[in-house]
């Protein structure tokens, strides 16, 4: 393969990144040769490494085929010879975001006590560690602050903005998107795994429009590995793209269907990878993503639980969670949890795409009953990957199954009491008609953009269906937008199509704006900033 490089300068630069140099290296079984001194210095040399002996060097590394697989930065120390030093691997990304704190997230090379100094204080690790998680705390609400990230000698400057305080009714803008596993045209358009480019645009606008928080839910990746190691390298990527708006704001993410990682077996049948405390996907997430701790436990202790006094199931720790920002809150829902991908799932049990299971279902409506009654929230967001009602792409499942209710998950051969879609109704049941501060459902896994609009008049049942039917006491959107990356769908004729309100196939960055009752939503391509829509939501 190849290794292109060039030096990468952090200060006073919004973004940093590498300016590439003209040439590149050959990689020759796993290793390649840069004379740094005959080709990054005198008039190549703009970040002074010559006089400091301190550089960041940046590379891209791409195989004999063309495939962008890994870009990469090494901290080095010397005037010739060089020594790799303390490097900041992945962010640092702001976090766990509230009116007076905020955490800072990123990961080095070597175990290291690092800190952050905000406004004059310095926060710093208790131990030598590789992956860091800061807090910083006592800060004002809706107040902007540069923070140094200090690691071995170097540092690097950034700044955040904390939230609106809970309850405020004051203006902000918050984004959306979901699926950007790597796409078709070539270039950066797939570096292992993802979309960088689309991501890179997507960050970079969502930024410029002045959003507070992104939330991303589902599909970061190309994923469907049997390699923790494989699944890492490409959430690396995802995350090297994320970092254009995660070192400013929060990137709240989420667990869609190519996040799976299987353990695999003869005659196509994959599971969840276990022992699921150890390898599961949903482990691998949250070793890869920072978020809130406040979601369920797990499935153990439900009715189809098969050992009373063994943990039988993955955790939800951090890819089930909430949180609040003003007057809003946002309900984040794993709808591949515990996901088997393969077909024979009565066979070998699991889960289903789509399907909630009922300790994440109980959650929810144990959630959306306490945001109902704080008096601080009056707008609340779902999202989860899978669409109630597919559009374009994804007919054949979601909560859908083509119209079949047979499909349910499968807990030690035993399949679940209630199918996909009656499961489906018990979710819009608590979103719409027991509760009145939900404002939609917003979802991902079809690659496109469509709003359409839930009301009794929908018609949301196969033919012949015998079961008791949903009663929609009133109008609820759902908004898929799958759109940032992945190889797109064009719309199916379904028989809730009518519904629809608008649907796009370019790629679509969505920009919220609350102000206080209102609720606005631009829909911007992140590519060429054509806009997709404008619409007053509320």
Request: glycine letters at 8%; a neutral charge; charged letters at 25%.
């Amino acid at each position: 393969g190849t290794i292109y490089y060039g030096l990468i300068k952090t200060e006073n630069i919004e973004f940093p990144q590498p300016v590439f140099f003209k040439r590149n290296a050959k990689i020759n079984k796993g290793k390649a040769k840069i004379n740094i001194i005959k080709r990054l210095s005198g008039k190549y040399d703009f970040v002074d490494w010559e006089n400091t002996g301190k550089l960041i060097l940046g590379y891209r590394i791409v195989d004999e085929a063309g495939l962008m697989i890994y870009d990469g930065r090494i901290n080095l120390r010397g005037k010739g010879p060089f020594e790799p030093d303390v490097t900041m691997l992945e962010g640092p990304f702001v976090t766990l975001q509230k009116d007076y704190r905020v955490s800072i997230a990123f990961k080095t090379n070597k175990p290291v006590v690092c800190s952050v100094e905000v406004d004059n204080k310095i926060y710093e690790d208790d131990t030598p560690v590789y992956d860091h998680l800061i807090h910083v705390i006592d800060l004002e609400p809706y107040s902007e602050y540069k923070y140094t990230v200090k690691y071995g000698d170097w540092k690097e400057t950034y700044s955040f903005k904390t939230a609106r305080q809970k309850g405020s009714r004051q203006p902000f803008v918050w984004a959306y998107a979901s699926d950007s596993r790597a796409g078709a045209g070539g270039g950066e358009r797939e570096i292992y795994g993802t979309n960088y480019y689309i991501v890179k645009k997507m960050m970079t606008l969502a930024k410029a429009k002045g959003a507070n928080f992104f939330q991303f839910t589902g599909d970061l990746i190309n994923g469907y590995t049997i390699s923790p190691d494989q699944t890492n390298l490409e959430y690396a990527n995802f995350k090297h793209a994320m970092e254009f708006m995660g070192r400013y704001a929060p990137v709240n993410v989420a667990m869609g269907n190519h996040e799976v990682i299987m353990r695999s077996f003869k005659g196509r049948i994959s599971v969840d990878r276990f022992p699921y405390d150890q390898c599961s996907a949903e482990k691998i997430f949250a070793d890869n993503f920072v978020n809130p701790l406040n979601g369920p436990e797990g499935e153990d202790g439900a009715k189809y639980d098969p050992g009373a006094n063994t943990v039988d199931f993955p955790s939800y720790k951090e890819n089930a969670y909430y949180y609040t920002y003003g007057n809003m809150a946002m309900v984040v829902m794993n709808s591949n949890y515990w996901y088997a991908p393969s077909r024979k799932i009565p066979e070998h049990s699991g889960n289903l795409h789509g399907y909630i299971m009922d300790n994440q279902l109980k959650w929810l409506k144990e959630t959306i009953n306490k945001l109902e009654k704080d008096n601080d929230i009056d707008h609340i967001f779902v999202t989860l990957h899978t669409p109630a009602f597919p559009n374009g792409g994804h007919s054949k499942d979601d909560m859908w199954y083509g119209g079949n209710n047979d499909r349910r998950a499968y807990v030690a051969g035993k399949p679940l009491k209630k199918g996909i879609i009656e499961r489906r109704d018990e979710i819009l049941d608590i979103l719409i008609n027991q509760s009145k501060k939900c404002v939609m459902m917003l979802n991902g896994d079809e690659h496109n953009y469509n709003r359409m609009v839930i009301d009794s008049t929908i018609n949301m049942y196969p033919e012949n269906w015998d079961k008791p039917k949903l009663k929609i006491s009133r109008p609820f959107i759902q908004i898929t937008n799958g759109a940032a990356g992945a190889p797109y769908y064009s719309q199916e004729v379904l028989p809730w199509s009518d519904h629809v309100k608008k649907f796009s196939t370019l790629n679509a960055l969505m920009l919220f704006t609350i102000d206080g009752e209102k609720i606005y939503l631009e829909v911007v391509n992140p590519d060429t900033f054509e806009v997709i829509e404008k619409v007053c939501v509320k």
